[in-house]
C-alpha cells in the first residue's frame, strides 16, 4: 500500500503561482509513476500530468503544458506540481495518483492506471 498526502494549494490571481506537494508514505521501495489530475466542480476528474519513476518521461495535457511543470525527489518520496501562469479554469481540487508500475504512455490520462490516490487539495484562481 501507498499514501499520498498532497499539500500547496490555495487562493491565487490568475497569472500567480502555486507548487504543488505529493508525498508518499508506505510501500515506496517499488517504483512507480505519479500523476496528477484535476476535478472542478461539476466536472469530471481530468488528467493533467504524469512523470515516470525516473523522472525522465513527463506527459502534459494541451491546456498546461507551457506552463506546469512536474518533477520529483525519489529520496524525499515527493512528487511536486509547479504552477505557472494560473488561470480560473485551472481552478479545481487536485489528486495525486500513483501507479505500481512505470507509465504506459498511451494510457496515462486514464484514471483506472493508478492504483494509489490522495485526498487532494484546493487550487482556486481569481479573475
Known amino acids: 500500500q501507498v499514501q499520498l498526502v498532497e499539500s500547496g494549494g490555495g487562493l491565487v490571481q490568475a497569472g500567480g503561482s502555486l507548487r504543488l506537494s505529493c508525498v508518499a508514505s508506505?510501500?515506496?521501495?517499488?517504483?512507480?509513476?505519479v500523476g496528477w489530475f484535476r476535478q472542478a466542480p461539476g466536472k469530471e476528474r481530468e488528467f493533467v500530468t504524469t512523470i515516470s519513476w525516473s523522472g525522465v518521461n513527463r506527459y502534459y495535457t494541451d491546456s498546461v503544458k507551457g506552463r506546469f511543470t512536474i518533477s520529483r525527489d525519489n529520496a524525499k518520496n515527493t512528487v511536486y506540481l509547479q504552477m505557472n501562469g494560473l488561470k480560473p479554469e485551472d481552478t479545481a481540487v487536485y489528486y495525486c495518483?500513483?501507479?505500481?508500475?512505470?507509465?504506459?504512455?498511451?494510457?496515462?490520462?486514464?484514471?483506472?492506471?493508478?492504483?494509489?490516490w490522495g485526498q487532494g487539495t484546493q487550487v482556486t484562481v481569481s479573475s
Open positions: 508506505g510501500r515506496t521501495s517499488s517504483n512507480y509513476a
Open positions: 495518483a500513483a501507479r505500481e508500475a512505470d507509465v504506459v504512455a498511451s494510457r496515462v490520462w486514464r484514471i483506472d492506471e493508478y492504483d494509489y
